[in-house]
């Protein structure tokens, strides 16, 4: 385990990006509402006012901007940890259909030397890929973090279809650039994301590697649970980890203080991040986990 | 259970999902990858010392290095890699669409009639939980008589033209029609039969040379209408959104990737009357592993389960050559201003 003290509630950021888990069109009305920087912003204000001590962000297109308007008020950005999740995968599947994987990298990182002047020449790009393919995770690892270079950053994410890729090819290796890089040039920890909890447990434990922070799905109905609730409630059990819950409303589909009493059960989870998107609901959520945990 | 030795050719985006399911469920690892990339080749070999890399499928047949092949290449190579790993006695799930048409895939449909090995056509969309219990209370006939079906697919992929495999038609087949759509029509033949008959238009709104958008009135064996209505050029649809609605004499169901809603005159054994809604979450089945959506995973399990008991699929070339057959009248019926053309029957 890290010993990383993580916030008790994060700030989620799935709906300024239109991801809805449970419904595409609610998903794509709120992408429009949050498209207005401002929008954000006054949510990020009020989670905060509420007790938010974190704001979860994917690397989306979008973030960079959220990123900037926090950098300028030192009040937020001093009473937030920020928890970047990487990288946004949409970006790069959509991408990957037209340039195709190899090109989908070179390109992007091509567009950003030019565009940031962060000094990756394409030929200097391709002379890196054809010596170690990992430098080209190193680039792309430090163009996606660019954008919070201002703000305050312990823990970095990698995003679970990333990760649970990583698991079932068994590739320790990854995981291990990953985290040094992580270490060695930015000073943070790395988290991994999972929709498979049980797995990722196995896979560290038989790889020797020390528990990262997780962040996993827990919820009392199961939804994106695997490979099932009670392997999962198992391995929450664990002495050494250390979980940020994620989808613990089930997207919506649970009340909060039904939600949060099951969460209360597992003291492994020592942080929630919410997806929340209105004022009223910031503060009856965060009033239910505050009812119903009791941080152990 | 043995172990089963996957093989994937292709390995770009869908190929590299492909090998994760192939290697991290229980019954199968993954032995060999067949690509043509040399960079591509190079990296698998320095990450992955213990699976064999050919450049073509011919030295993986002859290496005999595995059990069963994921073909993820562009859909204009899938059925002369496939008839080769038939003809070798390789069970072999192909990425869809099938082929670049129904007439390309003849060659396929001969192979599996010389030497039948479980075959399967990765139309994963099937195994979507809120698709699966729609197509369960068709087939149960729930709403009686089906008289009217609606459906639609957007995504915002392409708002300028595009470049790569997918927007050739040599390689690709065409534009959405025959790519996200064929989604739809897979969907739609699954869930109420036989397509006989279609008008269509296809319309260019970006793309030099493909369609971006179609829309086509589809008749039925059953009796039923509809329509398809489907673009990659929608903007707001940050994923492929697939809505489908059906009207029978007892009444209606509309299904999408969120839930399933199903309003029933009269109720059907256990199915009550009025409106039931199923949410993802009452839905949820989980997997050993989920990479890119369970419905990979479930479609996975299925084929591994298949090739172990050499064993026929409900999505196999048969019903993906179906599939091609609506794609293709409906190139033909644009091609003629919209006119009514018969979807040709190339299994008989």
Aim: hydrophobic share 45%; proline share 4%.
């Amino acid at each position: 385990m890290s010993g990383v003290a993580l916030p008790r509630i994060v700030l989620g950021h799935n709906a300024f990006f239109g991801v809805d888990h449970l419904s595409s069109q609610r998903g794509a009305e709120r992408a429009a509402y949050f498209s207005e920087v401002e929008n954000v912003m006054t949510v990020i204000a009020s989670a905060v006012d509420s007790g938010a001590g974190g704001l979860m962000l994917s690397t989306h297109p979008r973030a960079a901007a959220i990123c900037e308007a926090l950098s300028i008020d030192a009040r937020l950005a001093s009473k937030l940890e920020m928890f970047p999740l990487l990288p946004y995968a949409q970006k790069y599947v959509t991408r990957a259909n037209e340039l195709g994987m190899v090109r989908v990298v070179t390109q992007t990182l091509a567009e950003a030397s030019t565009r940031d002047k962060v000094g990756l020449g394409l030929d200097f790009l391709r002379t890196m890929y054809r010596r170690d393919p990992l430098d080209m995770v190193r680039a792309l690892m430090r163009l996606e973090l660019r954008m919070f270079r201002k703000l305050n950053v312990s823990t970095v994410f990698l995003h679970d279809a990333l990760s649970d890729l990583l698991m079932a090819l068994n590739l320790p290796k990854v995981f291990s650039l990953y985290q040094s890089t992580l270490r060695r040039r930015f000073g943070t920890t790395a988290g991994i994301a999972t929709k498979n909890l049980p797995l990722l447990v196995q896979r560290f434990q038989e790889w020797g590697m020390e528990l990262p922070v997780v962040l996993t799905h827990v919820n009392k109905v199961g939804f994106q649970v695997n490979p099932s609730q009670e392997e999962c409630e198992k391995a929450l059990a664990h002495p050494k980890l250390a979980v940020m819950a994620m989808g613990t409303l089930a997207s919506g589909y649970l009340t909060p203080n039904e939600a949060y009493s099951y969460v209360n059960a597992f003291p492994s989870v020592q942080s929630i991040v919410v997806g929340t998107s209105t004022t009223h609901h910031i503060a009856s959520t965060f009033l239910a986990i505050r009812q119903s945990v009791d941080w152990r | 259970m043995t172990e089963l030795r996957g093989a994937v050719v292709g390995f770009g985006k869908l190929g590299l999902l492909h090998a994760g399911l192939a290697n991290g469920l229980s019954n199968s690892r993954l032995a060999a990858v067949v690509e043509s990339s040399a960079v591509i080749q190079r990296v698998v070999r320095q990450y992955f010392p213990d699976v064999d890399v050919f450049a073509t499928v011919e030295e993986l047949i002859d290496a005999r290095a595995s059990d069963y092949v994921i073909v993820a290449t562009p859909t204009g190579s899938h059925v002369s890699i496939a008839e080769k790993l038939v003809e070798a006695s390789i069970p072999v799930l192909i990425e869809k669409p099938l082929s670049l048409n129904a007439q390309e895939a003849q060659p396929l449909v001969a192979a599996l009639n010389r030497n039948w090995v479980p075959n399967m056509v990765g139309y994963m969309g099937r195994y979507i939980d809120t698709f699966q219990r729609a197509a369960q209370l068709l087939h149960r006939n729930v709403l009686g008589q089906v008289q009217m079906i609606r459906s639609s697919m957007y995504i915002e992929q392409l708002l300028k033209s595009g470049e790569g495999w997918r927007y050739d038609p040599a390689t690709s087949g065409g534009g959405v029609l025959i790519t996200q759509n064929s989604h739809v029509i897979d969907k739609l033949l699954w869930m109420f039969g036989d397509i006989t008959g279609v008008s269509g238009n296809t319309s260019q709104l970006v793309s030099r040379l493909v369609e971006d958008h179609v829309h086509a009135h589809l008749e039925f064996a059953s009796g039923a209408v509809g329509f398809i209505d489907a673009s990659w050029s929608a903007r707001h649809f940050r994923t492929p959104t697939i809505s489908i609605h059906a009207q029978g004499t007892n009444g209606t169901l509309d299904v999408n990737d969120d839930e399933v809603r199903l309003f029933l005159d009269n109720s059907i054994g256990e199915t009550s009357s009025g409106w039931t809604t199923w949410r993802k979450p009452d839905l949820y089945r989980p997997v050993p592993l989920d990479i890119g959506g369970t419905q990979y995973t479930f479609q996975m399990i299925d084929f591994l389960e298949a090739v172990s008991n050499h064993s026929d699929l409900d999505s196999n070339v048969v019903s993906g050559l179906k599939t091609q057959c609506v794609i293709d009248a409906v190139y033909e019926s644009a091609r003629r201003d919209g006119a009514r053309v018969g979807v040709a029957n190339l299994l008989s």
